[in-house]
C-alpha cells in the first residue's frame, strides 16, 4: 500500500479561520464566535479576489497594513464607524494570534485610527439660535410643544419650518443658513433668551 500524500489544509482561509476560533474563541459566547467567524471570512474573502492574490491565504505576505486599511476605508465605506471599528478589533485578535503562533512579527491593524466624528448639536446656543428659539416659544404659542426641542437648536428650527410648510429638512441646517434662514430675520436685533 502506497502512502498518499494528504493535502494540506494550512493555507486555505477557512482553515486559518477554525484554527484561530478554536484557539482564542473557545469559551466566548456562540454569538460572538459567529460574527468573528463571518467577518474574517468576509475579509479574506475579498482579499484573496485582489489582484495578485491567490485562493491559498499566506498571512505573511498577503496581511498587510494596506489591505487592512483599503479594506476599512474602502470596502467597508458605507459602513458605520462603530461597525468598522469592530471590524478593525477582530482583525487585529486575529493578527495577534498569528503573532503567537510565530506566523507574523507584526500587528497590521495596529496604529489605524478613524478620523473624529463631528458634534450633531452645538452645546452651547448661538445668538441667532437664541431668537430662533425664543421667536418660536412667542409666536407660535408651542410652548409645551418646544420644551422637549430644547436640546438642539436645528431641531427647533426643522420643527418650525415644519410647522410653516417649508421645505427645510434637518440636512439643509447648518450655522450660516441658521443665520441666514427667512425663519431668522432680524437676528442681530435680538436680546438673548437667557
Known amino acids: 500500500m502506497v502512502d498518499q500524500e494528504i493535502p494540506r489544509e494550512t493555507d486555505e482561509p477557512t482553515s486559518w479561520i477554525d484554527r484561530y476560533g478554536a484557539s482564542r474563541l473557545a469559551f466566548k459566547r456562540e454569538t460572538t464566535r459567529n460574527t468573528y467567524t463571518i467577518i474574517l471570512r468576509q475579509f479574506l474573502t475579498w482579499l484573496s479576489n485582489l489582484p ?19 479594506y476599512l ?17 477582530i482583525l487585529s485578535s486575529f493578527a ?6 510565530a506566523v507574523i512579527t507584526r500587528n497590521p491593524a495596529r496604529g489605524i485610527e478613524f478620523p473624529a466624528q463631528q458634534l450633531l448639536a452645538p452645546r452651547e446656543l448661538e445668538t441667532s439660535q437664541r431668537y430662533l428659539l425664543k421667536e418660536l416659544i412667542e409666536s407660535e404659542d408651542l410652548r409645551g410643544e418646544a420644551r422637549p426641542c430644547l436640546r438642539s437648536a436645528t431641531t427647533l428650527v426643522a420643527a418650525r419650518a415644519t410647522c ?19 425663519l431668522a430675520t432680524n437676528v442681530g436685533n435680538c436680546a438673548p433668551l437667557f
Open 164 to 182: 410653516a410648510g417649508s421645505d427645510w429638512t434637518r440636512s439643509t441646517i447648518s450655522r450660516r443658513n441658521l443665520a441666514t434662514s427667512p
Open 52 to 70: 495578485g492574490h491567490e485562493l491559498s491565504f499566506n498571512p505573511a505576505l498577503d496581511l498587510t497594513q494596506t489591505a487592512v486599511q483599503t
Open 73 to 89: 476605508f474602502g470596502e467597508l465605506t458605507g459602513m458605520s464607524v462603530s461597525h468598522r471599528e469592530r471590524v478593525k478589533s
Open 96 to 101: 495577534e494570534w498569528l503573532i503567537d503562533e
